[in-house]
């Protein structure tokens, strides 16, 4: 995780919120290190995790987490991590015969809408189990970018945690991501926007951050915070500042 990250939503692993909606979104830019930074966030919080991921591997997830002080191995090893790997998953349900239900079986139905095995493979992986496993603090359901998870609500019934990245399409014409973004914008506890510059590429800064508070219960002008930083994405950190405040132009 990114301690600087963690300084700006003022939060630790110790103290984390439970019960909270978290929609990353990038326009222009990769905004992949931020799923990173929630990862590794919610293993150190002792969270046991669902993550459902088609945009990378395993091992691509599990050498970043090293980078950041996790090993999800280990994790995986331990039960604390449950890994739905899309890349792989996708390849044994159009190639490989399924004695039963795969939770990814929708994308060879013609009727795409049944996510009833995916939802119960959320739900098998995050409900409480008695006995001598270790206890989890709570659940959190971590999704790398595939919008149709968005209909999965076993994490509310848990009362944990949802991490969801979407990607803004920006000027490319697309009515359902926006139907999409808006719709998860407006249920959004934290919202976290990676945005590329507007002067384009830049060695020194790579994009920029807008971080959102909402409090969907109260009034408009009661229940938005928002604050905007600059970042640099080093091998192990990522540094955030003011606009115009990197340490390369001082």
């Known amino acids: 995780m990114f301690v600087e990250l963690n300084n700006l939503l003022n939060t630790t692993p110790d103290r984390a919120e439970q019960g909270k909606l978290t929609l990353l979104c990038d326009a222009k830019t990769d905004g992949s290190f931020l799923v990173h ?3 590794s966030f919610y293993l150190k919080a002792n969270c046991k995790v669902c993550f459902v991921a088609l945009f990378q591997s395993f091992s691509h997830y599990n050498i970043v987490g090293q980078k950041l002080g996790v090993n999800l191995t280990v994790a995986r090893e331990r039960g604390q991590l449950v890994f739905l790997e899309g890349l792989k998953s996708a390849v044994d349900v159009f190639f490989q015969t399924q004695e039963e239900p795969h939770p990814l079986q929708f994308l060879r139905e013609a009727n795409a809408g049944n996510l009833k095995p995916l939802f119960e493979f959320v739900r098998e992986a995050l409900k409480p189990v008695d006995g001598g496993e ?3 603090t709570y659940p959190v359901l971590l999704v790398d970018d595939l919008s149709v998870l968005l209909s999965l609500g076993v994490c509310w019934e ?3 945690n949802m991490v969801i990245l979407v990607h803004d399409s920006g000027d ?3 009515e359902e991501n926006d139907i999409l973004l808006n719709g998860v ?3 959004s506890h934290l919202i976290l926007r990676a945005e590329g ?3 384009g590429f830049c060695r020194d800064v790579h994009g920029q951050l807008r971080i959102l508070w909402r409090r969907p219960s109260q009034p408009t002008a009661q229940r938005d915070q928002s604050l905007t930083y600059q970042y640099k994405i080093q091998d192990k950190s990522v540094s955030f500042f003011a606009k115009g405040m ?3 132009v001082l």
């Open 158 to 160: 848990l009362k944990g």
């Open 37 to 39: 930074h929630f990862l």
């Open 185 to 187: 914008s407006h249920q």
């Open 246 to 248: 990197s340490p390369a």
């Open 172 to 174: 490319v014409e697309d």
């Open 197 to 199: 510059l507007a002067t």
């Open 134 to 136: 270790a206890r989890w």
